[in-house]
């Protein structure tokens, strides 16, 4: 099975075409007012409006109002949610939306028992554990502390980008990968060079995961 890409952080619909054309599996799109990320309703429609079918729309919150969550619902098609705070698996399920659950990795956190806290959750992506962010940090954590084996789709984020993308997917054989900063120009613009060697990278992981 090949190695989903997840592209997070857009706010240039031209950046979002761009990792269309390349092939992305989904783009992120950040509603989160303390990220350098963060975009609005207008924004968002802009770049949904751009993009071609079977590109699926992420939108990413952090500890979110219900009421917020359901007017950008109400406004902007979004396939999937996804959870990058402290939501309990109640909130998360409230939307009849499939949905991401995001954890930060600690060496003390039980993956497996977490996963199971949210066991209808689409995919748990986990990221590297930073004290003042919520991802997009740049940040790598200790690919060891995953599981060998985990019956859930686990998307991994955190320090990713073209110098270690194959690497990732042959150490840690994820279900996708989840990249913002280790493709960007700076803070929520994209490289298009960078989204295309991240892209060819991740292909080339898979092939040496069939020799």
Not at 65 to 88: A, M, S, V
Not at 98 to 125: C, E, F, G, H
């Amino acid at each position: 099975m090949r190695t989903r890409i997840k592209i997070c952080g857009f706010t240039q619909a031209e950046d979002a075409i761009s990792a269309a054309a390349l092939g992305v599996d989904a783009i992120g799109l950040v509603f989160y007012s303390p990220s350098p990320r963060n975009i609005s309703i207008t924004q968002a429609r802009g770049i949904i409006r751009k993009l071609p079918a079977f590109v699926s729309i992420v939108a990413l919150f952090v500890n979110e109002t219900e009421k917020q969550i359901r007017t950008i619902l109400d406004q902007i098609p979004i396939d999937i949610l996804q959870f990058h705070g402290d939501e309990p698996p109640e909130q998360c399920r409230a939307y009849n939306k499939p949905y991401i659950k995001a954890v930060q990795m600690r060496p003390n956190l039980n993956l497996v028992d977490y996963a199971a806290a949210y066991d209808d959750a689409s995919a748990i992506l986990v990221d590297a554990y930073h004290p003042d962010a919520k991802g997009g940090t740049g940040h790598q954590f200790n690919w060891d502390l995953l599981p060998e084996n985990s019956d859930f789709p686990l998307i991994l984020a955190g320090g990713l980008g073209p110098e270690n993308a194959s690497t990732a997917v042959k150490i840690a054989k994820p279900y996708a990968l989840d990249v913002s900063s280790g493709v960007e120009i700076e803070k929520g613009i994209k490289d298009a060079g960078k989204m295309k060697q991240f892209i060819e990278q991740v292909y080339q992981g898979d092939k040496s995961k069939l020799r």
